[in-house]
């Protein structure tokens, strides 16, 4: 059984910084590609950052660029993102997904191109 899991969440002051956290088990996460997502309150879902599946490519979205860096460490098998210069419009739940059928150099972008997801890590940041 599939199963991807954040952690590192919490409540940060504007300026303040934060490392999310997404293992997985039942699947090898270093041979995926991974994306980061967030959903505020009353909004759609967005792709925030994303992580091609050779590791080599990465994404961001406009708001988190220069802010944000995805990463992986493939010995623990986990994707990171760092946060940092966190904005009270950051506050969202982030939830990170996993996908496979790509080529190695593509980092999808969209959340249908993914297929497992985790529950997601609340993210508050105060002003």
């Known amino acids: 059984q599939v199963q991807l899991v954040e952690s590192g969440g919490g409540f940060v002051q504007a300026g303040g910084s934060l490392r999310l956290s997404c293992a997985a088990s039942?699947?090898?996460?270093?041979?995926?590609?991974v994306g980061w997502f967030r959903q505020a309150p009353g909004k759609e879902r967005e792709f925030v950052a994303g992580?091609?599946?050779?590791?080599?490519?990465?994404d961001y979205a406009d708001s988190v660029k220069g802010r944000f860096t995805i990463s992986r460490d493939s010995a623990k098998g986990t994707v990171y993102l760092q946060m940092n210069s966190l904005k009270p419009e950051d506050t969202a739940v982030y939830s990170c997904?996993?996908?496979?059928?790509?080529?190695?150099?593509?980092?999808?972008?969209?959340?249908?191109?993914?297929?497992?997801w985790g529950q997601g890590t609340q993210v508050t940041v105060s002003s």
């Open positions: 992580l091609s599946r050779n590791g080599g490519r990465t």
């Open positions: 039942g699947l090898t996460l270093s041979r995926y590609a």
């Open positions: 997904a996993a996908d496979f059928t790509y080529a190695l150099i593509v980092v999808p972008t969209r959340a249908q191109d993914y297929d497992w």
